[in-house]
């Protein structure tokens, strides 16, 4: 396995065990593949729940740019919701992760078709 599987394995292992959601692995693959060279970052490869210009960032390049979808609360709310699953209290959320959560929760799945 490569580092890239191993990484995958990890965001898996996330989702089911801190934010009680079984994975659809083929789409968790694409979107991991989507994040390109930042999952392999320490830095870029999570996301700071606390950090508003990092979730402006989620919102803008990955909502808006890459799901195609229209700036509103629905959005943010959104963003504030994949937080909450993932839960708070876990300083490692990765960007893999939150971005699949986020594909799951708008239903765009067909982008990573």
Same mark, same amino acid.
């Given at each position: 396995?490569?580092?890239?599987?191993?990484?995958? @394995?990890?965001? @898996?292992?996330?989702? +089911?065990?801190?934010?009680?959601? $079984?994975?659809?692995?083929? #789409?968790? $693959?694409?979107?991991?593949?989507?994040? &390109?060279?930042?999952?392999?970052?320490?830095?870029?490869?999570?996301?700071?729940?606390?950090?508003?210009?990092?979730?402006? $960032?989620?919102?803008?390049?990955? #909502?808006?740019? +890459? #799901?195609?979808?229209?700036? &509103?609360?629905?959005?943010?709310? @959104?963003?504030?919701?994949?937080?909450?699953?993932?839960?708070?209290?876990?300083?490692? +959320?990765?960007?893999?992760?939150?971005?699949?959560?986020?594909?799951?929760?708008?239903?765009?799945? @067909?982008?990573?078709?």
């Amino acid at each position: 396995m490569g580092k890239r599987d191993d990484l995958i @394995a990890k965001y @898996a292992s996330d989702l +089911k065990e801190k934010c009680g959601m $079984t994975p659809d692995m083929d #789409l968790l $693959t694409k979107v991991t593949i989507g994040c &390109g060279p930042a999952i392999y970052n320490a830095d870029a490869s999570t996301v700071s729940a606390s950090d508003k210009a990092e979730l402006e $960032t989620v919102k803008n390049n990955f #909502l808006i740019k +890459k #799901l195609g979808l229209s700036d &509103g609360p629905e959005l943010d709310a @959104a963003i504030d919701k994949c937080m909450e699953t993932y839960g708070k209290s876990n300083r490692n +959320k990765y960007r893999a992760v939150v971005y699949y959560i986020l594909t799951k929760e708008f239903g765009k799945e @067909a982008v990573y078709k």
